[in-house]
């Protein structure tokens, strides 16, 4: 099945400087990679995600470069702000033909002020 | 559109016992997965279920399963509880079945047995 690696486990940032969070998978078959933001308390809520068709995608401070080539795939928040401090999570979806997914361990980030 | 519903909250069980745990999908949505998350292991993949049946399945013990109805609601069942089993249980529902849609999670079922 799928395997997802995530780094750091906990990454603490200035306000104002970028984050990166990097994650590996295993199934060359898995075309669909997430990635979750959890705050304390509550439900993980999509951020931003990508297709394997797709090598980059951007959402204002939020963008998400995928190389299919080595498996991995990157979080990249540009002008962090006090409110990004969370777990965050990456994903990859199954090979097979049904929904579900393997999630990395996740990445507490912490935005010092 | 209301979100995905889960019920109950909060559950306290004895080891040896059983539980169900209810989700409530988005309207329209008719795949639904479940999903441990403990400290330790992060968010696990229990199974999902698309139109009734199970499609795909983790590497939980045969104690856990599940079920889905024709409204797309779906029930995960625990049996012989164990204090490992104690954790924050997440459905997601996806539109449509179709692979790499996005999940969208309910607010979660904390379950502790002591």
């Known amino acids: 099945g799928e395997n997802v690696e995530q780094h750091p486990s906990t990454l603490s940032v200035q306000e104002g400087d970028s984050a990166v969070i990097k994650c590996t998978y295993s199934?060359?078959?898995?075309?669909?990679f997430p990635w979750y933001k959890q705050e304390l308390g509550k439900r993980p809520q999509l951020i931003i995600d990508?297709?394997?068709?797709?090598g980059e995608k951007k959402d204002q401070r939020i963008a998400v470069t995928l190389n299919k080539t080595a498996k991995h795939f990157s979080l990249h928040i540009t002008e962090t702000q006090p409110e990004d401090s969370a777990v965050y999570f990456c994903?990859?979806?199954?090979?097979?033909?049904?929904?579900?997914?393997?999630f990395g361990k996740g990445t507490h980030l912490i935005i010092q002020p | 559109k209301a979100g995905v519903t889960q019920t109950p909250r909060y559950l306290i069980k004895t080891r040896g016992q059983q539980v169900t745990l209810s989700c409530s999908p988005i309207s329209g949505h008719r795949s639904v997965s479940w999903y441990q998350q403990t400290p330790g292991q992060g968010l696990q993949f229990l199974f999902e279920?698309?139109?009734?049946?199970?499609?795909n399945k983790g590497n939980f013990p045969g104690r856990f399963s599940g079920r889905q109805f024709s409204n797309s609601r779906s029930e995960m069942n625990v049996s012989t509880l164990e204090l490992g089993d104690s954790a924050l249980y997440l459905c997601?529902?996806?539109?449509?079945?179709?692979?790499?849609?996005?999940?969208?999670f309910g607010q979660g079922t904390r379950l502790t047995v002591v």
């Open positions: 990508i297709r394997s068709n797709v």
């Open positions: 279920y698309f139109s009734e049946t199970q499609r």
């Open positions: 994903a990859a979806n199954s090979g097979g033909g049904a929904d579900g997914l393997t």
């Open positions: 997601a529902s996806s539109p449509a079945g179709a692979r790499g849609t996005e999940a969208f």
């Open positions: 199934d060359s078959a898995s075309n669909y």
